[in-house]
């Protein structure tokens, strides 16, 4: 059964915190890279984070020092710590592989807003 719930997003004022989860099914996550994407309204999706099977990770360049992305492969979950978080950062954010359509497998995402 394919499987992306993501969890965590809320309502916070500029420069607070927000910690997102996902939990994957094994055929996504098993082996393959995985990252959370963020999608602003009205603009296209878009890659934040990164973490490789093997655990290295990258980061876009608007996150980079703010946000820390994470996974416990025994319980195939990726979460995504964000520090700082800024009006820009606000959209809905998705897990998924690493490279992903948009006609794969999706998720219902996780709303994040903040106020300035």
């Known amino acids: 059964q394919v499987q992306l719930v993501e969890s965590g997003g809320g309502s916070v004022q500029a420069g607070g915190s927000l910690t997102l989860s996902c939990t994957a099914s094994?055929?996504?996550?098993?082996?393959?890279?995985m990252a959370w994407y963020r999608q602003a309204p009205g603009k296209q999706r878009e890659l934040v984070a990164r973490?490789?099977?093997?655990?290295?990770?990258i980061y876009e360049d608007s996150v980079r020092g703010r946000i820390t992305i994470s996974k416990d492969d025994s319980k195939k979950t990726v979460s995504l710590q964000m520090n700082y978080l800024q009006p820009e950062d606000a959209g809905k954010y998705y897990c998924?592989?690493?490279?992903?359509?948009?006609?794969?497998?999706w998720g219902p995402g996780t709303q994040v807003s903040v106020s300035s």
């Open positions: 094994a055929s996504i996550f098993n082996g393959n890279t």
């Open positions: 973490i490789f099977a093997f655990g290295h990770t």
């Open positions: 998924n592989k690493l490279p992903a359509r948009d006609s794969d497998f």
